[in-house]
């Protein structure tokens, strides 16, 4: 049968003695009864680069493989379970998706690490292991002298995935979890409850314990970020609203964030902790796995939802943005909870939105932002967008470091070049770009939003920012396509080009 094939493909692969490296599953028809049913697509040796030529774009396939990562003188088998979503993967076939994959992955069983792609461009071997040497810490950081760009490096010389070392797990401590786990995470995903997000962390090694949860849709996943540090492991679950149609429907989004700070050793081990975590959590819509607080924002978190749904589409016009859902009669009032705490008590109380005015405005309680003369600023970006003026970009960045507060930075007309010239590498600074494309004989404006964050600003200035992320991007919206940079060769004229142009499908792809 297909399940037994299905079954032998993954034991081979988790079998250090067999030469099987990769395996996957995929839905035996396209359309159909047979498009809810899944087969064995096919398995073998040769690592990530033999399993992408396998992946037609019109297909959805989850896989695993089997890498190899060294941790000091010891190396350990790493498994990788991979979904490939197809960039022609009809919207139907996309939608339904969501509910499949907790199955999927209770049938595929644990891995160490989880990684979503849509293009050959996002999946190859050094991907892979860049991905896998970040959350373990086997990874060197290495300067490239001609470039000043920093990579990670790993231990381990050449692209063979094939496994020298079984990784040894006799001793490691058995995974458990107060009670208050399950139940928390019920009642975020429960409509009887009006939380929307919580934390798990750790208390010692390997027991978990509820850190932090609260209520309230906008801006949740800013709050949860807010105990996201680079010295600690955290697992979050978040409840998102999404409406496609006239219909509201609730979304849930599995978190797991390693700092990068975390201790190599213990980072090796949490990879025997995953699939059982993961099971805690599931079912969820889609997960997030990342060490990178630029990742964990509400925009980006709605973006994978919409991808997982068939809803996102890569092109401005019709594209469905982040609105949140209505709010029920009685506002949910922002609710944290630490793990010495009970269970949170239900809460119906409503908070104001401005406070008394003394002499002055009124001001917003809860501004994730304030801004130096605001209407100068949002006159500068109304420039950029006016076909009357030569203004064709506009920066702003924050008056002083761990503010706040916005102000202008420049504005002008001299292009890319001009603006670039303003990006320095202790400072950030968000952006608006104003360019054409041309598609036959016609010439049609664009807009992109840079995000720029330099090396060199401080952890706790990065680490604050995932909180006026929402804010910003509203300033600067509606765009094409977003860059975030925070090197001089992550933001170029071509890779601006070329973003715009696969967003608007008009990118030529040769082989």
């Given at each position: ?224 970020t807010t105990y996201l540090t ?14 496609i149609d006239n219909s509201l ?27 059982d975590i993961y099971n805690l ?231």
């Amino acid at each position: 049968s297909q399940d037994r094939a299905a079954a032998d493909a993954i034991e081979d692969v988790r079998n250090d003695n067999t030469p099987t490296d990769w395996m996957y599953i995929t839905y035996a028809s396209t359309s159909g009864a047979d498009s809810q049913k899944l087969k064995l697509g096919g398995s073998g040796s040769g690592g990530v680069s033999a399993l992408k030529g396998k992946l037609a774009d019109d297909v959805i396939a989850f896989a695993i493989v089997r890498v190899t990562d060294k941790i000091d003188d010891s190396v350990t088998v790493k498994f990788v379970w991979i979904n490939w979503l197809g960039k022609k993967v009809k919207t139907m076939q996309k939608a339904r998706l969501s509910v499949h994959l907790g199955p999927v992955k209770a049938f595929m069983g644990q891995t160490h690490h989880d990684y979503t792609c849509n293009t050959e461009d996002e999946l190859s071997h050094e991907i892979i292991m860049e991905r896998v040497m970040g959350y373990s810490g086997s990874g060197s950081k290495v300067i490239d002298n001609s470039t000043g760009r920093t990579t990670l490096k790993g231990q381990v010389g050449g692209a063979s995935t094939t496994s020298q070392v079984a990784s040894n797990r006799q001793g490691t401590d058995q995974l458990t979890f107060a009670p208050e786990v399950p139940a928390i995470i019920r009642d975020v995903k429960g409509d009887h409850s009006p939380l929307t997000w919580a934390v798990i962390t750790y208390e010692g090694s390997s027991h978990l314990v509820v850190h932090a949860a609260g209520e309230g849709e906008d801006g949740n996943v800013a709050l949860l970020t807010t105990y996201l540090t680079d010295s600690n492991v955290v697992y979050g679950i978040v409840r998102k609203t999404e409406q496609i149609d006239n219909s509201l429907t609730a979304k849930f989004v599995y978190i797991r964030w390693i700092g990068n700070s975390v201790p190599r050793m213990q980072k090796a081990k949490l990879g025997t902790h995953a699939g059982d975590i993961y099971n805690l959590f599931a079912p969820c819509h889609t997960s997030l796995d990342s060490p990178d607080l630029h990742e964990v924002t509400d925009e980006n978190i709605m973006k994978q939802i919409m991808i997982a749904s068939g809803t996102y589409k890569h092109v401005l016009e019709g594209h469905p943005t982040y609105t949140p859902a209505p709010a029920p009669a009685q506002t949910r009032q922002q609710q944290q909870v630490h793990k010495q705490d009970a269970p949170p008590k239900r809460m119906s109380s409503t908070h104001t939105a401005t406070s008394e005015s003394h002499g002055g405005p009124s001001k917003p309680v809860d501004r994730v932002v304030d801004f130096i003369d605001e209407e100068g600023i949002k006159q500068a970006i109304a420039e950029v967008r006016s076909d009357a003026s030569d203004i064709n970009w506009v920066l702003v960045t924050y008056d002083a470091p761990q503010s706040k507060t916005l102000k202008l930075e420049g504005l002008g007309s001299g292009g890319f070049q001009e603006l670039k010239s303003h990006l320095r590498d202790d400072v950030v600074m968000y952006g608006l770009y104003r360019t054409t494309e041309r598609i036959d004989d016609s010439v049609t404006v664009k807009f992109t939003f840079i995000d720029w964050r330099g090396e060199r600003i401080r952890t706790m200035q990065r680490a604050k920012l995932a909180t006026h992320s929402g804010a910003i991007r509203t300033l600067f919206q509606p765009f094409h396509v977003d860059i975030n940079a925070t090197q001089d060769d992550e933001i170029t004229e071509q890779i601006i080009q070329k973003k715009i142009k696969s967003a608007a499908g008009t990118a030529v792809h040769v082989l």
